[in-house]
């Protein structure tokens, strides 16, 4: 059985050794990082118990500046085998788009034509990028992405994780509500309160 005191002081630790001296969790952060770390630890009967299914992704939304970006990162430190996965920022691939274009889409669905493999992937930060053009023609480039990697999700049980700061409404009005509903189906939602305050100020 996993202690998952000990696991938060490890992750603390990591954290103040790799990211900042001064870093700590707080009270109220303990909730999703137990749900997290028993997800990438594929720890079943913690996740039965925090109602979370081992065979979706993690969409965790909440408030700039309250650490999911460094959650994900930390959880690389710990995770088994088979829930490792790519990370890459949402800005990062509107600036592929930009120069190699619709291929980036091709890249982050089917794995081709990079040899990329299809593999588990999160998307940091959805919702920082924009709509991008290419040769005149726009595309909501990260809407493409999520809708192909659905397709892969069903027919091949690879997974998707995405931070972001929008709302499930934002996110709706951004990306459709195709996209909205395509989350939901191929996700666990983790939404931290809009009342947290930002660490960093």
């Known amino acids: 059985m996993i202690n998952y005191q000990k696991l938060i002081f490890h992750l603390e630790q990591h954290a103040r050794k790799n990211i900042h001296p001064e870093y ?3 009270k109220e952060d303990f909730p999703f990082i137990v ?29 700039i500046g309250i650490g999911k970006t460094t959650w994900f990162r930390l959880m690389q430190t710990i995770m088994v085998k088979e829930q490792k996965f790519y990370y890459t920022t949402c800005r990062d691939i509107s600036f592929e788009f930009i120069r190699d274009g619709y291929q980036t889409i091709n890249k982050y669905s089917k794995g081709i034509p990079y040899n990329f493999p ?14 991008i053009k ?9 809407a493409e ?6 397709d892969i999700f069903i027919n091949h049980d690879i997974k998707t994780h995405i931070t972001t700061n929008l709302s499930a409404s934002e996110i709706e009005k951004y990306y459709t ?15 931290v309160p809009a009342d947290r305050k930002d660490k960093r100020i």
């Open 145 to 150: 992405i999520i809708l192909s990697r659905y």
């Open 118 to 131: 299809m593999k588990n992937i999160c998307f940091d930060d959805l919702g920082t990028e924009n709509n």
């Open 177 to 191: 509500e195709r996209v909205r509903s395509r989350l939901r189906q191929m996700m666990n939602v983790l939404s």
């Open 134 to 142: 290419y040769f005149g023609n726009e595309c909501n480039v990260m």
């Open 35 to 63: 749900r997290l770390a028993a997800y990438f630890l594929n720890d079943e009967e913690k996740c039965k118990e925090l109602n979370i299914d081992l065979n979706k992704g993690i969409l965790l939304t909440g408030p």
């Open 24 to 26: 700590s969790f707080q």
